[in-house]
């Protein structure tokens, strides 16, 4: 499923937080729920299967990742929340760099001839190299779109 242009993932989350605040639980908690669902919404237009989208989380344990899925959330920690952004930075970025969203949408999965990927997909990197690996994703595109915000 693709998300609708008019759909800003990053909208699905709550706004003015300052970063002092993130680590607060009960910030972390009005958080949570809408960052994971902004999450497989985002991993069902990338076709991310189970275990990749664990990877991308930080590979929480099975049973958890479904209590996820099926909208039981509670509080997600603060590397998933962290892991969570870079993604839907990534995502933003895509969109805004490709706007044929088919392609904005497979480009994680395709072969990309950038040292940075050595050929193999983005998704690769984003998924082995862990926070490091979304981090380096996310400065990349960023750095192709002419900023960060």
């Known amino acids: 499923m693709e998300l609708p242009r008019s759909v800003d993932p990053i909208d699905l989350t709550p706004r003015d937080i300052p970063p002092e605040q993130r680590r607060d639980p009960e910030v972390r908690r009005r958080m949570s729920g809408p960052a994971i669902r902004a999450f497989f919404r985002i ?9 990749e989208q664990r990877a991308l989380l930080g590979w929480p344990p099975e049973s958890t990742f479904y209590k996820y899925k099926a909208n039981r959330v509670g509080t997600l920690s603060y590397d998933m929340l962290m892991r969570i952004s870079l993604v839907l930075g990534i995502y933003k970025d895509l969109q805004i760099l490709y706007p044929d969203a088919d392609l904005a949408n497979r480009w994680v999965k395709l072969p990309n001839g950038n040292p940075l990927f050595g050929g193999r997909p983005a998704l690769a990197l984003m998924a082995e190299g862990g926070m490091d690996g979304l981090q380096q994703v996310r400065r990349l595109l960023d750095g192709r779109r002419g900023g960060w915000n």
């Open 43 to 51: 991993a069902q237009a990338w076709t991310l299967n189970a275990e």
